[in-house]
């Protein structure tokens, strides 16, 4: 019954990634063109991947603040070290490393001492960044190598399709994690953790060491989005990864995903991402200030939340 | 509830206000201390004849944590966190709409326009999140952006002047907002509306199960939660002078850091109008005392997670548990 409701509400994120495009088509000219196709796509992946450690989470019953600052992090400490002249599989090592570590650290701590994640990852989050701001002092320097680049390129290709790697590459991600939270332990163990904690420490579950692996795989894809953005802009920022606090928490919930932990999924997030730039690239189209565009964004969540995505009646859960 | 009322020894209301309040121990503690420090470091700025203009420098965020303490309480996920933004809405709407474009300058028009502004944004949250259902953090979050966006399109930069009164919030006048927003809660936790909000906070299917209207109870939190950043957008525009639409978002998670600091339970049921005012006035003294030390910001932005990380950390229930298991001899 879970899995159709979930299912579903995918689903009903994929009608809205089609009708969105649909009316896009129809009020501004160049919004189906390949420029603008392309643009969307890229930053919905860019976006996704920043959102699948949170929709891990959240299945969970959690929520990841620290994504935007442990993205600004990947971002500035990938480009200094390249620009130093590291190795750069030895870099990814490091900035992948150090994220998972910064990531376990806010899960262990969130579980094993039962305070909100929503505190523990802001207070993490904020102390990393401050780290990275007090070690470039405030200027950030240092680039992408030129494979990170054409990866996440508007201009690239992969063969004769006009999109670059990282759209095949969020593709497979996006199966994998479907293959992870359906077909492995570990995926089982989340959702049983996020309907229920008491049951499923009673089933022998470890929620410190869950709660830790998964704020960690938050964490290594947040830096990997970050990697990424750096690509993307050619330049390296501490505050880059600002607007993905709110946007990773919005695509999730627009994917499906129940703040209250135990259900929804990546193949959803994927959608909500694409939904949310789909929009914004509608408002702005549509001649909107930035400051609108926020706006109408805000109003248009809550519209597509009410219409899909409410809770129950506190007399269903007794 | 919890026994608060003062007894005749002064060492033993001490003790009393210690035992009674063990979620806000911490909290206070630390305020002590960080006010130690604050005085001796600048005497001057400190002393009794400048507290009325510490008060107003400190009004805004103690406003602002008392604010997003309330939907916290009523629990399940119950967070506003369009506080921030709001604030940032009603200053430039008084400042820009009233002030500037309406000439209006009267006292009694603008405390009431931030008042109605804040109850209607809290009527609209309540609304979304408790009756609509839509999850508290993603309703609040759509408003955070709504208000965002309006305060840039109705004022894009910092810009305008307030009357004299208004600026005097943030001075000889700052006990008035404050002062406010104590007299209400004071007579909120004499309305029975009290026991029913910590009862739906701390277990809201007991309480459906006895009859308690958990939606309502649960609206009315998001109500009081506009009504108090009505508040503190008066005492933000008292203090900044001028209208100013960068300035309002920020509050939203430094209230939040500063209720959890102050020993709030984010799951609900847990915490009132003394834990949030604890937590934020560490908060406040903590910045203030490393602007006397003159680091740089970012060195100020460390040590505030540090002591936040640290401070819920040792708040946490089950380390408490896990201490007094292990200093109990076997």
């Not at chain 2, 305020?31 to 400048?50: E, G, H, K």
């Amino acid at each position: 019954m879970t899995r159709t409701l979930v299912s579903n509400r995918a689903l009903v994120a994929f009608v809205g990634v089609v009708l969105i495009f649909a009316i896009g088509a129809m009020l501004i000219p160049g919004f189906s063109s390949l420029f603008s196709v392309r643009a969307m796509l890229v930053l919905g992946c860019l976006l996704a991947v920043a959102a699948l450690g949170q929709t891990l989470v959240m299945i969970l019953g959690g929520i990841d603040l620290s994504i935007p600052f442990v993205i600004g992090f990947a971002n500035v400490v990938f480009a200094s070290l390249y620009g130093s002249g590291v190795p750069v599989l030895l870099i990814f090592a490091i900035v992948l490393g150090a994220a998972a570590l910064i990531g376990a650290f806010s899960g262990a701590i969130s579980a094993a001492l039962s305070v909100h994640p929503l505190i523990v990852t802001l207070g993490v989050g904020t102390i990393v960044q401050a780290g990275v701001q007090i070690w470039t002092k405030g200027l950030p320097t240092g680039s992408a190598p030129p494979f990170i680049n054409t990866f996440v390129s508007l201009g690239g290709s992969v063969g004769p399709l006009p999109f670059p790697w990282l759209v095949p590459f969020t593709v497979v991600l996006t199966v994998a994690v479907l293959f992870v939270l359906r077909r492995t332990i570990y995926g089982r163990k989340l959702y049983a953790l996020g309907s229920n904690p008491k049951a499923a420490e009673l089933a022998l579950i470890r929620p410190v060491v869950l709660w830790a692996m998964t704020f960690a795989l938050s964490a290594v894809f947040a830096a990997l989005a970050g990697i990424f953005l750096l690509g993307f802009t050619g330049s390296s920022s501490a505050n880059v990864g600002a607007p993905y606090l709110f946007q990773t928490v919005s695509a999730v919930v627009i994917g499906g995903t129940a703040l209250i932990g135990g259900r929804g999924g990546f193949v959803g997030t994927l959608a909500g991402a694409l939904v949310l730039i789909e929009l914004r690239t509608l408002l702005i189209g549509m001649g909107l200030s930035e400051a609108m565009v926020q706006a109408a964004l805000g109003v248009l969540i809550l519209l597509l939340v009410a219409a899909y995505g409410r809770d129950q009646h506190i007399r269903t859960l007794i | 509830m919890t026994p608060t009322e003062t007894t005749p020894r002064a060492g033993g209301a001490w003790r009393t206000i210690l035992a009674a309040r063990a979620d806000t121990r911490l909290a206070a503690l630390l305020f002590v201390v960080l006010l130690v420090i604050n005085i001796v470091l600048n005497p001057a700025r400190f002393s009794p004849t400048n507290w009325l203009s510490v008060l107003g420098l400190a009004a805004p965020l103690l406003l602002a944590s008392l604010a997003v303490t309330i939907p916290f309480l009523a629990g399940r996920g119950s967070i506003d966190v369009s506080v921030g933004p709001l604030m940032g809405l009603i200053n430039v709407i008084i400042v820009q709409v009233l002030i500037t474009s309406a000439g209006i300058g009267s006292p009694v028009v603008l405390v009431a326009a931030a008042l109605v502004l804040g109850l209607a944004s809290g009527v609209l949250n309540g609304f979304l999140a408790a009756i609509l259902r839509i999850q508290p953090i993603v309703a609040t979050l759509s408003t955070y952006l709504i208000y965002a966006g309006l305060t840039l399109v109705i004022l894009p930069s910092p810009a305008g002047t307030v009357p004299a009164w208004l600026s005097a919030f943030s001075g000889w006048l700052s006990f008035i907002p404050v002062g406010a927003a104590v007299v209400i809660w004071l007579i909120i936790r004499r309305l029975p509306y009290y026991d029913l909000l910590m009862a739906v906070g701390s277990d809201d299917r007991a309480a459906y199960t006895s009859g308690v209207n958990v939606p309502a109870v649960r609206f009315t939190a998001y109500v009081l939660a506009g009504l108090f950043a009505g508040l503190a957008a008066l005492s933000l525009t008292g203090l900044i002078g001028s209208g100013d639409p960068n300035i309002g978002p920020g509050y939203t998670l430094i209230a939040i850091a500063a209720v959890a600091l102050g020993g709030v339970s984010l799951a609900g049921g847990v915490g009132g109008m003394t834990a949030a005012f604890l937590g934020a006035a560490d908060i406040f003294l903590l910045q203030s005392m490393l602007t006397a030390f003159n680091v740089s910001t970012f060195v100020l932005q460390m040590t505030y997670g540090i002591v936040l990380v640290l401070a819920v950390c040792l708040n946490s229930e089950k380390l408490k548990l896990y201490l007094r298991n292990r200093m109990r001899p076997q």
